[in-house]
Antibody
């Protein structure tokens, strides 16, 4: 079954970094963009940025510039999102979402990774 | 980039039709036909319901339809069913390879 499998929940201290992974099962991510979206408790979805799997090119939301790094490992069809200098307001569920061709929609999502920032 | 504005909640009885609005600006919704809609049951992966304003992906019920007028996009659910109860989010391309989501709407089936 085609799906995006994300890494497990993380608990981090303020100021630390977290790296979340997103692996495509049953297919390759070549040719796709992978976006990252987060949802803080009780809040809506927030777009964070994307990585183009072929080239590794990225685009980040201005809010996260300098704090987020998106990478990928083509050999294992896995995308990564690393967020640094964590604060309590970074506590959220982080989703990866596949974009088939920069047409402005996400046709497949992971189930999310809960990141809790707490001292 | 400010979030697109959606009503916090919309409700309807089974069989009724409801419409969720998504208001942006001339810099996002009003300028691009890249508006999409997602259904999200908490704890699950969001699901694409509408792409490019009004295109329905394979497997999505034809009870779901999308449209746009000016800076406002809309999602209509006809023949409301209990399984439609969920959170719904719009998303728009906002230029310069960036995207913006709506504030989200909780749909309740009475």
């Amino acid at each position: 079954q085609v799906q995006l499998v994300q890494s497990g929940a993380e608990v981090e201290k303020p100021g630390a970094s977290v790296k979340v992974s997103c692996k495509a099962s049953e297919y390759t991510l070549t040719g796709y963009y992978m976006h990252w979206v987060r949802q803080a408790p009780g809040q809506g979805l927030e777009w964070m940025g994307w990585i183009y799997f072929n080239s590794g090119g990225t685009k980040y939301a201005q809010k996260f510039q300098g704090r987020v790094t998106m990478t990928r490992d083509t050999s294992i069809s896995t995308a990564y999102m690393e967020l640094s200098r964590l604060g309590s307001d970074d506590t959220a569920v982080y989703f990866c979402a596949r974009d088939p061709g920069s047409l402005g929609y996400f046709d497949l999502w992971g189930r999310g990774t809960l990141v809790t920032v707490s001292s | 980039q400010s979030a697109l504005t959606q009503p916090a909640s919309v409700s309807g009885s089974p069989g009724q039709s409801i419409t969720i609005s998504c208001t942006g600006t001339s810099g996002d919704v009003g300028n691009y036909n890249f508006v999409s809609w997602y259904q999200h049951h908490p704890g699950k992966a969001p699901k694409l319901m509408i792409s490019e304003v009004s295109k329905r992906p394979s497997g999505v019920s034809n009870r779901f339809s999308g449209s746009k007028s000016g800076n406002t996009a809309s999602l209509t659910i006809s023949g409301l069913q209990a399984e439609d109860e969920a959170d719904y989010y719009c998303c728009s391309y906002a230029g310069s390879d960036t995207y913006v989501f709506g504030t989200g709407t909780k749909v309740t089936v009475l």
